[in-house]
């Protein structure tokens, strides 16, 4: 079975740093795109970043120069550095993945469980 599995949340006070990390379990063919969204109460799940299996990335406005997406192919894993976090950043953060496992058929969509990121003013 497939799973998602994040780690690193936590709170932390503005200007201070994060790091998530979100590693794929379970018999997998091959991963193609993998990404950090987020969703603040009251608000809609929103890309953060994305990076694809030959690394080329992808921000959001709100967190170009400050975010970092990288990722471990050999290690099927996925990175969020954060820095110079902001209130604003707080919010639940989803580590999401296209990959193919060994008991599909095409490529589907995995989602993380999701961490809680908190930046305290």
């Known amino acids: 079975q497939v799973q998602l599995v994040e780690s690193g949340g936590g709170l932390v006070q503005a200007g201070g740093s994060l790091r998530l990390s979100c590693a794929a379990s379970g018999s997998i063919f091959g991963i193609n795109d993998m990404g950090w969204y987020r969703q603040a109460p009251g608000k809609q799940r929103e890309l953060v970043a994305a990076?694809?299996?030959?690394?080329?990335?992808n921000y959001a406005d709100s967190v170009k120069g400050r975010f970092t997406i990288s990722r471990d192919n050999a290690k099927k894993t996925v990175y969020l550095q954060m820095n110079s976090l902001k209130p604003e950043d707080t919010a639940v953060y989803y580590c999401?993945?296209?990959?193919?496992?060994?008991?599909?058929?095409?490529?589907?969509?995995?989602w993380g469980q999701g961490t809680q990121v908190t930046v305290s003013s």
């Open positions: 990076i694809t299996s030959g690394g080329t990335t």
């Open positions: 999401n993945a296209n990959l193919w496992p060994v008991a599909g058929r095409n490529w589907m969509d995995y």
